[in-house]
């Protein structure tokens, strides 16, 4: 079965004022500390990158990168470090920034695991939050915007590796015998 694009879910004006909107309350909020924000790759990439763009506080950045167990297209919520930080969080106002809440459990077990090592806070970002599926109740700090439960691309998110550089949020669907 090969995919196609179905249709623009979010456009790049509707992706930048969230972008715009999320950084001023991250300044806001922050106002007079500073933030390590903890980018989740692959998939955060692109929203980290205009993210910081819009927040007015000294920053430090690191990334982590974390898998499910499995291949599914659902996540097992075991989560197994590919790729650890360089920074020590100790004490720093510490905020993960991921592409999308599905589930909650990828980002409910890596805020388990970063709380034993102590930092003074930790929020959670997210771009796009697909509410409906949400499964742990992991409190979500910053949420770009909610979506309906479709499979999305674009943006930083990807099917198989492909469509991460898309600059809008698209919906991708089944097509038999099309070109993908
Ligand atoms: P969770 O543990 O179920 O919340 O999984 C979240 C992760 O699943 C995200 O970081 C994405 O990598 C992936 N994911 C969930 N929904 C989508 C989607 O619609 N498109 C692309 N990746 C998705
Ligand atoms: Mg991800």
Not at 29 to 41: A, N, P, R
Not at 46 to 64: G, K, N
Not at 140 to 152: A, L, N, Q, S
Request: proline share 2%; aromatic share 8%.
């Amino acid at each position: 079965m090969t995919k196609k694009i179905e249709k623009v879910l979010i456009s790049k004006e509707e992706i930048d004022s969230m972008v715009k909107r999320i950084g001023a309350q991250i300044t806001e909020d922050f106002k007079g500390e500073s933030v390590l924000l903890i980018g989740v790759l692959k998939g955060a990439f692109m929203f980290l990158a205009d993210l910081v763009r819009h927040i007015d506080l000294p920053i430090e950045l690191d990334f982590m990168a974390v898998s499910s167990y499995g291949n599914n297209v659902r996540s097992s919520g075991i989560v197994r470090i590919l790729k650890d930080l360089e920074t020590e969080i100790m004490g720093k106002n510490v905020i993960i920034v991921e592409d999308i809440i599905d589930s909650g459990l990828t980002l409910s077990h890596l805020k388990e695991l970063l709380y034993t090592r102590k930092p003074k806070s930790i929020s959670i970002c997210a771009a796009f939050d697909k509410y409906e599926r949400r499964v742990s109740d992991v409190q979500v700090d910053y949420i770009g915007m909610e979506i309906p439960d479709e499979f999305i691309v674009g943006y930083g998110l990807d099917y198989a590796e492909r469509y991460r550089d898309l600059p809008e949020v698209c919906i991708l669907v089944d097509s038999e015998g099309e070109e993908g």
